[in-house]
Each structure stands twice: as structure tokens, then as C-alpha cells.
T-cell receptor, first 115, second 114 residues
Framework: DGGITQSPKYLFRKEGQNVTLSCEQN?????MYWYRQDPGQGLRLIYY???????QKGDIAEGYSVSREKKESFPLTVTSAQKNPTAFYLC??????????????FGPGTRLLVL | AQTVTQSQPEMSVQEAETVTLSCTYD???????LFWYKQPPSRQMILVIR??????QNATENRFSVNFQKAAKSFSLKISDSQLGDTAMYFC???????????FGSGTKLNVKP
């Protein structure tokens, strides 16, 4: 079945440690996104990528990094520079500019906790 | 800049009744899309309904329908015959035509009571 997978479901980070969240899609979508969600709040855009080997900062990119080496994959690294990383992270994908493919489809999310 | 406002942080409705969630947005664009997403306790974001701004007809998906008022920049969601499984956070979202960035509202928490 086509869809978006995120792993792990739960991730624990120690102080000063970099951690990487995985996001894979088999929907053949061009664009992929990373959002952060804090308790009781909406989604904030961290990074997005329209095509392979290209990505742009969103509204809260500081302390995060991404890569887009393959169309199917868009991993997010939470670096030690991110001082408050505890949150729920959602990955999404879409194919903008193609009629009803404007819709973003989401993965199940990763919950990151700081030890 | 585009903004999306959901003015109802939390709402309750009795099972089988109808409830309407409000959303307003601000944009100078003429072509865009509007969405309602549902986030149940599992936290999976699920598309509920989608509306193209150029279409005057309001979108409908089974028990879910929208009231799209383009001039007023309003996009409310009506849930008919509410079910316990409708309990979730509901997010309104906006995207310009042929653009990548979504703008999300802060969400409305809906509780369906038995």
C-alpha cells in the first residue's frame, strides 16, 4: 500500500546529542515537509523540499537540518543546537501544482523526548 | 502573509447532533485551496475535506460539509450526526495555488459526548 512511514515512533535524546528522524514515502510525491507540533498547538513548518537535492527553511529551522538525496526519503536531524526539542514531529508529502495533488498526506509521527 | 484563525479552542457536542467549527483566513490571493484535517488521539493527521477557491459549490464528504464564503474569507466545517469517533483536534489549512507552503490554524478540540 502507498503511504508515508516515520521511524522511530518514540525517540529519546540525551543532552548534546544529535538524533535523526526518518521519513519515507512511496507515493511518488515530489515535495516533502517536516512539521513540529507542541502539546495543544498547531503545526509549525521546519523544512520543506520540492525536489531532490533541494530544500528550504520553514518558520522554525534553527537547530534542525535535513537532506534530500532520494525522492522517497527526507530525514530530519535534530541537532544539539535545538535547546527545546521535546515535541511531536510530523512528516508530509504532496505533489504541488497538479490539481488534487495539492493535498498534503501525513505520516504517523515521531515523538521526541529529552532525557 | 497568509494567516488562518480558528477562534474556538474547544467544543463539545452530543452524539448524533450537528456541530459547526469555524475558520477564517486572510489572503490577497484569488486562487487557493482550503482543507480540514482531523487529528484523533492517535495523532495521525487525516484529511477530512478539501475545497478549491474557484469552485462556488461547497464540498461535501458524507457527514462532513463546508460553508465556504470567499468574500468573507470564511471556511466552516459542519459535522452532522456526530459520532464518538469524531472526537479529535480539527485543523483548518490554506495553501496558495501552485505553491508548497501550508498555513495551519491553531486547531479546535472537539469532544463528542455519548
Amino acid at each position: 500500500d502507498g503511504g508515508i512511514t516515520q521511524s522511530p515512533k518514540y525517540l529519546f535524546r540525551k543532552e548534546g546529542q544529535n538524533v535523526t528522524l526518518s521519513c519515507e514515502q512511496n507515493l511518488n510525491h515530489d515535495a516533502m515537509y517536516w512539521y513540529r507540533q507542541d502539546p495543544g498547538q498547531g503545526l509549525r513548518l521546519i523544512y520543506y523540499s520540492q525536489i531532490v537535492n533541494d530544500f528550504q527553511k520553514g518558520d522554525i529551522a534553527e537547530g534542525y537540518s535535513v537532506s534530500r538525496e532520494k525522492k522517497e526519503s527526507f530525514p530530519l536531524t535534530v541537532t544539539s543546537a535545538q535547546k527545546n526539542p521535546t515535541a511531536f514531529y510530523l512528516c508530509a508529502s504532496s505533489t504541488p501544482g497538479q490539481g488534487n495533488q495539492e493535498t498534503q498526506y501525513f505520516g504517523p509521527g515521531t515523538r521526541l523526548l529529552v532525557l | 502573509a497568509q494567516t488562518v484563525t480558528q477562534s474556538q479552542p474547544e467544543m463539545s457536542v452530543q452524539e448524533a447532533e450537528t456541530v459547526t467549527l469555524s475558520c477564517t483566513y486572510d489572503t490577497s490571493e484569488n486562487n487557493y485551496y482550503l482543507f480540514w484535517y482531523k487529528q484523533p488521539p492517535s495523532r495521525q493527521m487525516i484529511l477530512v475535506i478539501r475545497q478549491e477557491a474557484y469552485k462556488q459549490q461547497n464540498a461535501t464528504e458524507n457527514r462532513f460539509s463546508v460553508n465556504f464564503q470567499k468574500a468573507a474569507k470564511s471556511f466552516s466545517l459542519k459535522i452532522s450526526d456526530s459520532q464518538l469517533g469524531d472526537t479529535a483536534m480539527y485543523f483548518c489549512a490554506f495553501i496558495k495555488y501552485n505553491f508548497n507552503k501550508f498555513y495551519f490554524g491553531s486547531g479546535t478540540k472537539l469532544n463528542v459526548k455519548p
